[in-house]
């Protein structure tokens, strides 16, 4: 970005500073020449983000908390990680501040049986869209399909065990997206000009079954995963208070759809980046070290 002057470019506000997509946009705007402020709930989050950024506390569930970190800002990345409430008052509050927004959403139109499945996110996720699109912001919805780094929760923990992977549909396709190419399109979205009105679905480039993603890790570790199907209800069971019952029979709904249907895939995220996203090999080699003991 040579020459970019940091006076001439409002700051863009990050949400979800600390997640797994806005951490990584922060990186992305930082290395454009951008500006960057961030938005965390706790202070102490703060010492986690590189010292050019400005930090500032405040909550989606306060829509007050957030003006001062929308004054003199120029765009705002969203990334909704509150209950539903206070979304309205939140997105009168960016309009009344900024002129650009770039949301995180999810791929709830997209037509494959993947994402039609009912889901309390989706419906979440396109009442903020239509809250956005009526107040006229300059905005730019951004849809990742299934991330790259879910198998860090979904499979990690077994695979560092060296336990057997236990999984309901292996034979279910999806085309995961490496975190990395979703904060890049969210960045170039933030700062380049003629993506207002953009919709982007992003998937990686590839269709790969779960027992298939499982075998690329064990590839990336040089060793064979033992891999075996269950039911879902034995999935419900081994799961049973750590993730939530709606997620999980979303999961289950989503996969079970998906059985003996290529994934979803998209040309978005080389169209935006100019660079091909990159293969869930390459994800799981770059992330190797999360799935060995030691960690």
Not at 129 to 134: G, H, K, P, Q, Y
Not at 186 to 191: K, N, P
Not at 252 to 258: D, G, I, Q
Not at 271 to 283: E, K, N, S, V, Y
Request: glycine share 8%; aromatic share 6%.
């Amino acid at each position: 970005m040579g020459g970019m002057n940091q006076i001439d470019i409002p700051p863009v506000l990050v949400t979800g500073a600390t997640g797994r997509v806005g951490r990584l946009v922060i990186d992305q705007l930082l290395d454009a020449g951008v500006p960057v402020r961030a938005l965390t709930r706790r202070s102490e989050a703060a010492a986690t983000l590189p010292a050019k950024v400005e930090v500032f506390t405040g909550d989606l569930t306060v829509p007050g908390s957030l003006d001062p970190a929308l004054s003199g800002a120029g765009a705002v990345f969203l990334v909704w990680t509150a209950p539903p409430q206070t979304v309205e008052a939140v997105v009168e509050r960016l309009a009344a501040h900024v002129r650009r927004v770039v949301f995180l959403s999810s791929p709830h139109q997209t037509p494959h049986p993947l994402f039609q499945q009912p889901n309390p996110m989706a419906v979440l996720h396109a009442g903020i869209e239509r809250l956005i699109a009526a107040t006229g912001l300059e905005s730019t919805i951004i849809r990742p399909g299934m991330f790259a780094s879910n198998s860090l929760a979904w499979w990690a923990p077994a695979i560092r065990a060296g336990e057997v992977v236990q999984w309901p549909y292996s034979a279910a396709e999806s085309a995961p997206v490496d975190d990395r190419d979703i904060a890049a399109v969210a960045a170039r979205t933030l700062y380049q000009g003629g993506h207002v009105g953009g919709d982007y679905v992003l998937t990686g480039p590839e269709s790969l079954t779960q027992a298939a993603q499982v075998d690329v890790i064990g590839d990336a570790l040089g060793r064979r995963i033992a891999f075996e199907e269950i039911t879902p209800d034995e999935f419900r069971s081994l799961w049973e208070g750590t993730v939530s019952r709606s997620a999980v029979d979303m999961l289950l709904a989503a996969w079970s759809a998906a059985v003996g249907q290529p994934a979803y895939i998209t040309t978005a995220v080389a169209d935006i980046l100019g660079t091909a996203p990159r293969t869930f090999r390459q994800w799981a080699v770059d992330h190797a070290i999360a799935f060995t003991e030691s960690s």
